[in-house]
């Protein structure tokens, strides 16, 4: 999309491209979020599990 194309643009179609933006990009945030939360998780499981004196279930 270019500037002319948007320059062109009404308000209210500026708006939904704004929302339409705004809930893609949350769900790619949410979505990264969510993998990098399952990493730390998985990171901090074999940080425990090489820790010296550490009891293991």
């Not at 990009?25 to 940080?47: H, P, S, V």
Request: glycine share 4%; net charge negative.
């Amino acid at each position: 999309m270019d500037r002319d194309h948007l320059n062109a643009m009404s308000i209210d179609e500026l708006w939904a491209l704004h929302t339409d933006v705004d809930q893609a990009l949350t769900i790619k945030l949410i979505a990264a979020k969510r993998d990098l939360e399952e990493r730390l998780d998985q990171l901090g499981r074999r940080a425990d599990w090489n820790e010296p004196g550490k009891k293991h279930h």
